[in-house]
């Protein structure tokens, strides 16, 4: 099992990143991420990496940014959060049979990770998946991620076709879900609704209620 490490230094780049980051913002989390929220959960949600003011400044997957807001609030609706806003890492907020982790767990220059920094996080990741339930389900949030939960996976991208409000049922019994990101970009430009993001939870929570058997 390769176990979360709050020191790890796998990629050289977002590691020197970081150190110059944590220069600039002493009071900032700028270490690598954990994943946040129920430890035995049914639904995992996959994102693409920390934001430099967001999960980097807070230690919380979004949280502290605006790509936060959609996804709480749309959680504490559906009923996997007891509070519809995350506002820090302290703020008592529980996620219910829910988790949150990123495809990187290190703020990435320009939120933009590399394939190869992708493929070294890809253990923590595949790990996270392996422990998830028989008809559990993961949610990937833009096509980075979902590659990402291929990967770790191990089924083939060419099967599994990225698309908003996709659904596939992989190797493992696991089933994923796509879903545009909720940046503020996206959201702001309509790309991603607010319906539209409901509509995939709404698939998400028939999936869980009512598993595929056999």
């Given amino acids: 099992m390769t176990a979360f490490c709050f020191d790890c230094r796998r990629c050289n780049r977002l590691a020197d990143f970081l150190d110059g980051v944590r220069a600039q913002h002493p009071d900032y989390h700028a270490r690598p ?13 996959v994102g693409l990496a920390p934001g430099m003011h967001g999960a ?5 997957p979004f949280t502290g940014d605006y790509a936060g807001v959609l996804l709480y ?3 504490y609706k559906f009923g996997f959060a ?3 806003a ?36 890809n253990t923590y990741l595949a790990d996270e998946i ?7 389900v993961v949610l990937a949030l833009g096509g980075i991620a979902h590659k990402a939960v291929l990967m770790a996976t191990a ?25 545009y ?18 509509h995939v939870f709404t698939e998400i929570r028939r999936s869980i209620d009512q598993p595929v058997t056999g």
């Fill in 130 to 136: 392996t422990t998830l339930k028989k008809d559990s």
């Fill in 155 to 179: 089924d083939r991208a060419a099967v599994h076709k990225f698309g908003h409000g996709a659904k596939h049922r992989l190797n493992n019994g696991l089933t994923l879900f796509d879903s």
């Fill in 73 to 75: 609030q749309t959680l």
């Fill in 86 to 121: 995350s506002i820090s890492s302290d703020d008592g907020l529980r996620l219910i049979g829910c988790r949150i982790t990123n495809a990187v767990k290190c703020l990435p220059p320009e939120n933009k990770p590399t394939g190869d920094e992708v493929k070294r996080c």
């Fill in 56 to 60: 980097n400044r807070s230690g919380r």
């Fill in 33 to 45: 991420v954990a994943p946040f929220g129920d430890v035995s959960p049914r639904l995992l949600i």
């Fill in 181 to 198: 990101h909720c940046s503020r970009y996206n959201t702001q430009t309509r790309r991603l609704t607010a319906s539209m993001f409901e």
């Fill in 82 to 84: 007891d509070k519809p």
